[in-house]
């Protein structure tokens, strides 16, 4: 019992000591800096300099419960050393995070702090507004209300489009907006964001489910979808 009560009332920089100490018995505990920081999300980083470890959390977990600020210390400093931290950390970790109240208060911070950088919808080859509109008329009867809509500063490759709920926000890689760029293969990856905002996110427990039955059933309606995801590999 009283070890318990010890651990209740550690601080945040004895609590990153205490796990440091858990998964490095043999190294030598650097000194600890924890601070909160107004993120405009829930990351979390930690760096090592010069002997002292500089823990940065966002402030959305000041105040929350020690056996979370426990998970996320495995967590950073896991990765930290490049090593996978255990599930039953990231698994603690998701549950309170996946929790309706830290849904929204999230979802609040992003929408004060956090801005979208995308470029006007009408680029070089392709007008996102009019793909919208031709879309929510064949798939959607015209009954879906347009987010905001535009490309990407950056072209990227990797991630070809995303939507943001807490900006209601569409925005298309730049890298489509090209006449190389088969008009399908954007009606794709636009028709494929629409859904995200048809079909949201799915959180169960620690689980967080993007694609739920529904949005894969819904998908399948698209038309030329195997000719369009082809081209989309091909690039």
């Known amino acids: 019992m009283a070890l318990e009560s010890l651990i209740l009332f550690e601080t945040p920089e004895q609590l990153f000591a205490r796990v440091f100490r858990e998964l490095k018995p043999r190294t030598a505990v650097p000194r600890i800096q924890v601070e909160y920081c107004r993120f405009a999300n829930a990351n979390s980083l930690v760096r090592l300099d010069g002997g002292r470890l500089h823990v940065r959390i966002t402030d959305v977990l000041q105040g929350a419960p020690s056996p979370i600020l426990e998970a996320l210390a495995h967590i950073l400093i896991s990765r930290l050393y490049r090593r996978e931290p255990a599930r039953a950390w990231t698994d603690r970790y998701r ?27 009408r680029g070089h080859c392709y007008d996102l507004v009019q793909i919208f509109e031709e879309l929510n008329l064949r798939y959607f009867h015209g009954l879906m209300a347009r987010p905001d809509l535009g490309w990407s500063r950056c072209p990227s490759r990797t991630t070809l489009g995303h939507y943001d709920p807490s900006h209601n926000t569409i925005v298309l890689s730049s890298i489509l907006d090209r006449a190389a760029v088969p008009r399908l293969a954007v009606e794709y990856v636009m028709f494929h964001e629409m859904l995200h905002l048809r079909f949201p996110v799915d959180h169960r427990g620690a689980r967080r489910c993007v694609h739920t039955p529904e949005f894969k059933t819904a998908e399948k309606q698209f038309e030329q979808l195997t000719e369009a995801k082809e081209m989309l590999r091909s690039l």
């Open 95 to 121: 549950r309170y995070l996946n929790r309706k109240d830290m849904r929204r208060l999230l979802q609040i911070v992003r929408q004060e702090r956090g801005h979208k950088l995308m470029v006007d919808p």
